[in-house]
């Protein structure tokens, strides 16, 4: 099969995507076999940028949040998931000052926000919010029975804030996505059409930094917390360039690979780029997410990721998300990590021979 392009897109997470594409390893990798490596930003088409929720684009590899490509494959898109990564994240549901609102107990009888995409068949966000809702309730401090959930609806679709752009790396989020997710939540909390809102991650550093909101309700994400909520970035391949090209895409992970090691030789250098990916101001990150937030630049399928992304599997079938149930084990493919991590042993003995 001839390959000329590989296509990626990847959210405005902090992950070793962000490193590897920012720094152009990737283009460094396939230049010698000319084979070009193009964002999905670079197309001027917007089918190819709603290629990031639905996966339709060929030879394409996408690294970001779980909602999509469970929704993709539930509706039949051969794709695989080929990697996990997991960053401890803030998490919870946050209220405004002088609301009244300081604990979980002070949610009883209030009323949460959930999001509605008027015009979106893939609603990822809506889908975190039920979920986030889902593990506070778990926590057993608070009941699905003791709130109201309010549906915003927003008519806006996710791609109208893409950016699209043929710099190199160029990614389709940016700052102005960012922003904008939270947009129509924010206004209703301050009309009084909701009383509370869920938040994570960077959105959530964005919720506190300009509205004052305060974390109410804290739900547990580290990665070695054993009850704890966490959101996998999941790293998928268009399955037809598995079948045809499993060296290539082995070639791609092995780069992915390579950056949690540049990250922890390079912390200043790391931060700035993952500011950048997330739209953050860089001295906002720390809200957003944990101390170890350099260290986390990994990808793996170690057995406590692949239990998390079968329960979100789980929590997208049980809230009605999917088009249909699927094989979760015959979703993931290990061969790429596998034979990714092989290339590495075998460069990095070829360089200490030399």
């Known amino acids: 099969m001839d390959i000329d392009t590989l296509w990626y897109t990847r ?52 690294f970001g949040g779980y909602v999509p490509p469970l929704i993709s494959r539930s509706r039949g898109t051969d794709i695989k998931a080929i990697g996990i990564a997991w960053h401890d994240r803030l998490h919870g549901v946050f209220a405004l000052p002088g609301s009244g609102i300081e604990s ?17 068949d893939v609603d990822w966000w809506r889908a975190s919010v039920l979920g986030g809702y889902k593990a506070l309730f778990g926590q057993g401090a608070l009941a699905p029975g003791d709130v109201e959930l ?10 109208a804030d893409a950016t699209a752009g043929a710099a190199s ?8 996505s960012q922003f904008a997710v939270q947009r129509q939540e924010i206004a209703a909390l301050y009309r009084g ?17 300009t509205t004052g909101a305060r ?5 547990a994400g580290n990665e070695d917390d054993s009850q704890g909520y966490g959101t996998p970035c999941v790293l998928t391949v268009s399955g037809a360039l598995l079948d045809r090209r499993p060296d290539l895409v082995a070639r791609w ?17 790391t931060h700035r780029l993952f500011a950048r990916e997330t739209g953050l101001p860089e001295d906002l990150l720390h809200r957003a997410y944990s101390p170890r937030l350099v260290g986390q630049a990994d990808i793996s399928l170690s057995p406590g990721r692949l239990t998390l992304l079968e329960a979100k599997y789980r929590h997208l079938h049980d809230a009605g998300f999917l088009a249909a149930p699927f094989g979760f084990d015959g979703f993931v493919d290990a061969r790429p990590l596998r034979d990714a991590l092989a290339l590495r042993a075998a460069r990095a003995t070829a360089l200490a021979v030399w």
């Open 253 to 269: 992970v092995a780069r992915l690979l390579d950056a949690r090691d540049w990250a922890l030789a390079n912390a200043d250098d």
């Open 11 to 62: 959210c405005p997470a902090p992950t070793a995507a962000t490193i590897a594409i920012r720094e152009g390893w990737l283009d460094q990798e396939f230049a010698p076999d000319g084979i070009a490596v193009r964002s999905l930003a670079s197309s001027p088409d917007k089918a190819v940028h709603l290629s990031h929720y639905r996966h339709t684009q060929p030879n394409s590899f996408r």
């Open 193 to 209: 059409e909701v009383d509370a809102i869920y938040s994570d991650g960077a959105l959530s550093a964005i919720l506190t930094a």
């Open 150 to 159: 309010v549906e915003i609806p927003i008519e806006r679709e996710y791609v």
């Open 104 to 120: 979980v107990a002070d949610l009883r009888g209030k009323r949460l926000a959930v999001p509605v995409r008027l015009n979106d």
């Open 215 to 219: 974390l109410v309700a804290p739900i």
């Open 169 to 176: 790396g160029q990614s389709l989020w940016g700052a102005v």
